[in-house]
């Protein structure tokens, strides 16, 4: 569930975990992107929000399509998920501009509500494997780590070079407005 519209704001590949610093836009300075190792790109924030309302806000349709939308002028028509081992999910954005669309979609692995979710995610034909880690700090604060991990260190680079890490800012940017408002029951 790491996957975004592109957005304008392209990425660097880097090549190292201990020598690469966070990748972050001017969108949003708390998302931070790194590369852990050859295979993988980690994406990790923090919102004020305690974790089972930030883990309902990733799995629930009706919470994702309101705020995974990447960059503005993007709609999110197709959010589907079947929450529980071996259950699919399916996005699909359509650009408000001129109706492109996109999607991906895949299956989930493990789903240990509200810690932890392993899925893999199929994007034009290639997969990869994410994990995303909820973990509480403190009672109102939670920490997300979504770690994608690819088959070849050149899908993971080309991934990272799409333009993805704004989108993804964007997104989380807009669910850190959201959560407050979910916890007042809208």
């Known amino acids: 569930m790491s996957g975004t519209p592109s ?22 300075r708390r998302t931070e992107i790194t590369t852990p190792s050859d ?3 980690a994406i990790a924030r923090e919102f004020d929000a ?31 998920i079947d ?10 954005w359509r650009s ?5 669309e996109f999607g991906m979609s895949g299956r989930y692995r493990l789903v240990d509500r509200p ?3 392993v899925n893999t995610e199929v994007f034009e034909g290639q997969e990869s494997v994410v994990t995303t880690e909820f973990a509480e700090i403190g009672a109102r604060r939670t920490r997300v780590v979504q770690t994608s991990v690819f088959p070849s260190r050149e899908l993971r680079d080309a991934v990272l070079a799409s333009g993805m890490e704004g989108g ?4 989380h940017h807009r669910l850190a407005g959201l959560l407050p408002l979910l916890a007042e029951g809208a």
């Open 168 to 171: 993804v800012s964007t997104s």
């Open 115 to 117: 810690r932890r979710l």
């Open 7 to 28: 957005p304008t704001s392209p990425a660097s590949p880097t090549s190292s975990a201990s020598s690469a610093p966070p990748l972050t836009t001017a969108a949003d």
């Open 50 to 80: 305690p974790r089972e309302l930030v883990f309902a806000a990733f799995t629930e349709p009706r919470h994702v399509s309101r705020w995974l939308l990447g960059p503005d002028g993007w709609s999110m028509p197709v959010c589907e």
């Open 39 to 41: 295979l993988a790109f």
């Open 83 to 92: 929450l529980r081992e071996g259950g699919a999910w399916e996005y699909r």
């Open 96 to 100: 408000d501009a001129d109706g492109a």
